[in-house]
């Protein structure tokens, strides 16, 4: 199975300033086929369902706000905010979907300082 | 709109069956793929399956084999999942999620269904 390690485990950030999430596959989730990283992040809020936020590793879902970003490096994935918001609290997973069993992180909590 | 709605919530003895229904509607069923994700109290996500809508095969996450099976009723648009041999761990929300078309990301997710495993 493809392992999900996510950094840090929290991480708390004032309203208004960046936050950098981070994700690392145990394996490559890049495919040959189409030079794609078969990579997601998800928002998870309590009493929700998770949110998709985006795919591919760097594409924006639709109505996603454009202060969140993705991107990879290798096997290094990134998620940031770039403009904390107070609804922006939550714990936020990455997922890849290259293989199954797909796996997820084990999630970052994001709250404000 | 495209809406997953799911059951509600079930309490069960360790040793029996749950089977949590997932009512799609917005989009066209059989056109795609759906997913059962859990989360266990204090815990992440975690990936059980994915059920073929159209023809309903099915890949179950090896920690289920045996004990999960995921079927499909296209003429009310509904997916089920049934989770046998309940133990206390199975306590968690139970999410459906479809799989988004040209992807296999996870694009519309159901409520969630909070199954009790208790004696």
């Known amino acids: 199975d493809i392992v999900m390690t996510q950094s840090p485990d929290s991480l708390a950030v004032s309203l208004g300033e960046r936050a950098t999430l981070n994700c690392k596959s145990s394996q490559s989730i890049l495919h040959s086929s189409n030079n794609k990283n078969y990579l997601a992040w998800y928002q998870h809020k309590p009493g929700q369902p998770p949110k998709l936020l985006i795919y591919?590793?760097?594409i924006r879902e639709s109505g996603v706000p454009d202060r969140f970003s993705g991107s990879a490096s290798g096997t290094d994935f990134t998620l940031t905010i770039s403009s904390l918001q107070a609804e922006d609290v939550a714990v936020y997973y990455c997922q890849q979907y290259y293989s199954y069993p797909q796996t997820f992180g084990q999630g970052t909590k994001l709250e404000i300082k | 709109q495209v809406q997953l709605v799911q059951s509600g919530a079930e309490v069960k003895e360790p040793g029996a069956t749950v089977k949590v229904s997932c009512k799609a509607s917005g989009y066209t069923f059989t056109t795609y793929y759906m997913y059962w994700v859990r989360q266990a109290p204090g815990q992440g996500l975690e990936w059980m399956g994915i059920?073929?809508?159209?023809?309903?095969?099915?890949t179950y996450a090896q920690k289920f084999q045996g004990r999960v099976t995921m079927t499909r009723d296209t003429s009310t648009s509904t997916v089920y999942m049934e989770l046998s041999s309940l133990r206390c761990e199975d306590t968690a929300v139970y999410y459906c999620?479809?799989?988004?078309?040209?992807?296999?990301?996870?694009?519309?997710w159901g409520q969630g269904t909070t199954v009790t495993v208790s004696s």
């Open positions: 059920i073929n809508l159209s023809g309903g095969s099915t």
């Open positions: 999620a479809r799989r988004a078309a040209g992807g296999n990301r996870m694009d519309v």
């Open positions: 591919w590793a760097s």
